[in-house]
Structures are given as structure tokens and as C-alpha cells.
T-cell receptor, first 112, second 114 residues
Framework: SQQGEEDPQALSIQEGENATMNCSYK?????LQWYRQNSGRGLVHLIL?????REKHSGRLRVTLDTSKKSSSLLITASRAADTASYFC????????????FGTGTRLQVFP | ETGVTQTPRHLVMGMTNKKSLKCEQH?????MYWYKQSAKKPLELMFV???????ENNSVPSRFSPECPNSSHLFLHLHTLQPEDSALYLC?????????????FGPGTRLTVL
């Protein structure tokens, strides 16, 4: 399946440290999106990166995409306790199979 | 707030009950989605509506019945559910169902089937 796999499944860090989460997928994609979910709540879109892009920034977030390795990473710099949440990558293959396919997520805990 | 609301936030029902989940979006979007989120499983897409027409039914059992009366409202009618249907049900919307559209999610309905 196209399902994204996040790595690690869980990550615990101290405030101020950087957090890196990785996502791997299996087939070619049109774009890859990262979402965040606070416990038991809905998902919030963070950033979208297209297949012809290699890196994007948004505030303290940095996303990279390596289509040759079929992988993406999300870096959160100078983490805060409020960053504690689950982070999901989601891929879109193409215009025909245009569904968002989500991975299983990385649970990030940031300790104050 | 994302502009997508869901009611109720929590629902407990027996296997013989009939209930409905409601989703409303205030964003002027034309596409709406139902997802199921179970523990330790990826988010599963259930249904997609684009301009009020159902464009995706991801092999969902008939005990789940969606309804989209207009582009702002989406319902999920539930009847004779099973305990394994207990999950967080998330509604989302996007401007349309184009592949580069970000989706805006509601807070979800936590459903428990006894």
C-alpha cells in the first residue's frame, strides 16, 4: 500500500531541543503533507511539499523530501511543551488516486 | 478553531441504536470527508463528497450511511454498529477535492459502541 510509515513511533525530548520525525512511503507521489494532532482532537495541517521540491520552511518547521529514497523528514527546532502532539505524514499519489493516505504517526512529548 | 465543527463530541450507543454524527464547515469549501481513527491504526478515509456528490466510498460497511444535503453539512448515520466500530470519527473539508488541497479537520466525535 501507499501508506506512510513514521519513524520513530514515539519521541521524548526536553524543551529547547530539536525534534526530527521521518516518514517513508512506497510509491511515487504528487505531494506530501504533514499534520499535527493534539490528543483526541482533529488534525491540523502544517505544511505541504510537492514532489519537485526538496525543502520547505514554515516558522520553526523544516520539511525535506527525498523522492529517490521515498522519504520525508519534519524538523521542529527549539521545541516547546506546546509542541507535544502526534505528527502524521500524508501522501497524495496523483490526480486519479487523489486520496490522502496517512501514516501511523509519531507521538512527540516535549518536557518543560 | 479550524472552522469545522462536529457534534456530538462524545457518543455512547448500543449495537441496536440508531444515531447520527453531524459535521458543519464555515469555510465555504466544496469537499467534505469522513475519516475513522482507531487506536494504533492509520487514519482511514471512509467517504468523500465533492460539490454534494459522493465521489469516494472506501468499502465502508452499509451500517454507516453518509448524507450531504449541501456543501456545508455532512452527516454520518449509524445503525446496528459493532463494538469494533468504536473509534474517533473525524470530519474534514477542503476547497475542493484537488490533490494539492490541505484539509481542515473538525475535533472529532469519540464513539463507543457497547
Amino acid at each position: 500500500s501507499q501508506q506512510g510509515e513514521e519513524d520513530p513511533q514515539a519521541l521524548s525530548i526536553q524543551e529547547g531541543e530539536n525534534a526530527t520525525m521521518n516518514c517513508s512511503y512506497k510509491t511515487s507521489i504528487n505531494n506530501l503533507q504533514w499534520y499535527r494532532q493534539n490528543s483526541g482532537r482533529g488534525l491540523v495541517h502544517l505544511i505541504l511539499i510537492r514532489s519537485n521540491e526538496r525543502e520547505k520552511h514554515s516558522g520553526r518547521l523544516r520539511v525535506t523530501l527525498d523522492t529517490s529514497k521515498k522519504s520525508s523528514s519534519l524538523l521542529i527546532t527549539a521545541s516547546r511543551a506546546a509542541d507535544t502532539a502526534s505528527y502524521f505524514c500524508a501522501t497524495v499519489m496523483d490526480e486519479v488516486t487523489d486520496k490522502l493516505i496517512f501514516g501511523t504517526g509519531t507521538r512527540l512529548q516535549v518536557f518543560p | 478553531e479550524t472552522g469545522v465543527t462536529q457534534t456530538p463530541r462524545h457518543l455512547v450507543m448500543g449495537m441496536t441504536n440508531k444515531k447520527s454524527l453531524k459535521c458543519e464547515q464555515h469555510l465555504g469549501h466544496n469537499a467534505m470527508y469522513w475519516y475513522k481513527q482507531s487506536a494504533k491504526k492509520p487514519l482511514e478515509l471512509m467517504f468523500v463528497y465533492n460539490f454534494k456528490e459522493q465521489t469516494e466510498n472506501n468499502s465502508v460497511p452499509s451500517r454507516f450511511s453518509p448524507e450531504c444535503p449541501n456543501s456545508s453539512h455532512l452527516f454520518l448515520h449509524l445503525h446496528t454498529l459493532q463494538p469494533e466500530d468504536s473509534a474517533l470519527y473525524l470530519c474534514a473539508s477542503s476547497q475542493d477535492s484537488g490533490i494539492s488541497r490541505e484539509q481542515f479537520f473538525g475535533p472529532g466525535t469519540r464513539l463507543t459502541v457497547l
